[in-house]
């Protein structure tokens, strides 16, 4: 089965007065949708642009993987842990809240930021807070805490995305375009396969796509 949903059919967050514009792809804080709560793992994909000085003033997350990818800009990331980092384009940041952790989000630059951030529901709750920054990650992450991978795809137009057979795949396309069964995806446009085959999709033009790749978790925890 597969699902495609269009950037603009995302449900509009944030709060654009203080410059912070996000557009969530599932059921998010006050949008809620009993028949859109999570895909596989996966619990929210939101897309994030904040103007320059906007941010997210400290606040808790616990029992969530909450993975990030930088389109645009710098992030700059403040944790309870004690982390302070900076993250941009081509870097992968990976928050383990477990337990529970606080953390900060701004746009300290001078130009937009614009960023991806997913959060994923791990196999056990409770455990230790961990982070980690991927400096130019290259083709995947693996994230054992949920049993999925994480495929960053890069197509050039013309060439094809090796997808892989999964129980649940869920393809977001950063930038560019592709051709998945027949439908066109362009920037902010997602597909959610389920009990999916392998599949090669064509790039229409060159292409950034994040492909996560997850276990059914019922068999996962059987």
């Given at each position: 089965?597969?699902r495609?949903q269009?950037?603009?059919e995302r449900?509009?967050?944030?709060?654009?007065?203080?410059?912070i514009?996000t557009r969530?792809?599932?059921?998010f804080?006050?949008y809620?949708?009993?028949?859109?709560l999570?895909?596989g793992?996966l619990?929210a994909?939101?897309e994030?642009?904040l103007?320059?000085?906007?941010?997210?003033?400290?606040h808790?997350?616990s029992?969530?993987?909450?993975?990030?990818?930088v389109?645009?800009g710098?992030?700059?990331?403040?944790?309870?842990?004690?982390?302070?980092?900076?993250?941009?384009?081509?870097?992968?940041?990976h928050?383990?809240?477990?337990?529970?952790?606080r953390?900060?989000?701004r746009n300290?630059a001078?130009?937009?930021?614009?960023?991806?951030?997913?959060?994923?529901?791990?196999?056990?709750?409770?455990?230790?807070?961990?982070y980690?920054?991927?400096?130019?990650?290259?083709?995947?992450y693996?994230?054992?805490?949920?049993d999925?991978?994480l495929?960053?795809e890069?197509?050039?137009?013309?060439?094809?995305?090796?997808?892989?057979?999964?129980?649940?795949?869920?393809?977001h396309?950063?930038?560019?375009?592709?051709?998945?069964?027949?439908?066109?995806?362009?920037?902010?446009?997602?597909a959610?396969?389920?009990?999916?085959?392998?599949?090669?999709?064509?790039?229409?033009?060159?292409?950034?796509?994040?492909?996560?790749?997850?276990?059914?978790?019922?068999?996962?925890?059987?």
């Amino acid at each position: 089965m597969i699902r495609i949903q269009r950037a603009a059919e995302r449900y509009p967050g944030g709060d654009p007065a203080a410059g912070i514009e996000t557009r969530h792809a599932l059921s998010f804080g006050p949008y809620y949708d009993p028949d859109n709560l999570r895909f596989g793992a996966l619990l929210a994909c939101n897309e994030e642009r904040l103007a320059p000085g906007a941010g997210f003033d400290e606040h808790p997350h616990s029992h969530t993987e909450i993975v990030t990818w930088v389109v645009e800009g710098e992030l700059t990331h403040h944790d309870s842990a004690g982390h302070t980092t900076v993250v941009r384009p081509g870097d992968l940041q990976h928050l383990s809240a477990a337990s529970g952790v606080r953390h900060v989000e701004r746009n300290d630059a001078d130009v937009p930021l614009v960023f991806v951030q997913m959060w994923l529901a791990p196999l056990e709750p409770g455990g230790s807070p961990s982070y980690e920054v991927v400096r130019g990650l290259g083709d995947t992450y693996r994230l054992p805490a949920v049993d999925a991978v994480l495929h960053v795809e890069r197509p050039r137009a013309g060439s094809r995305l090796a997808l892989p057979a999964a129980d649940f795949l869920y393809v977001h396309v950063v930038r560019g375009a592709v051709l998945l069964d027949g439908e066109e995806l362009g920037p902010g446009d997602a597909a959610r396969l389920t009990d999916s085959g392998a599949r090669e999709p064509a790039a229409t033009a060159d292409a950034e796509v994040l492909v996560w790749e997850m276990r059914d978790w019922r068999k996962a925890l059987g």
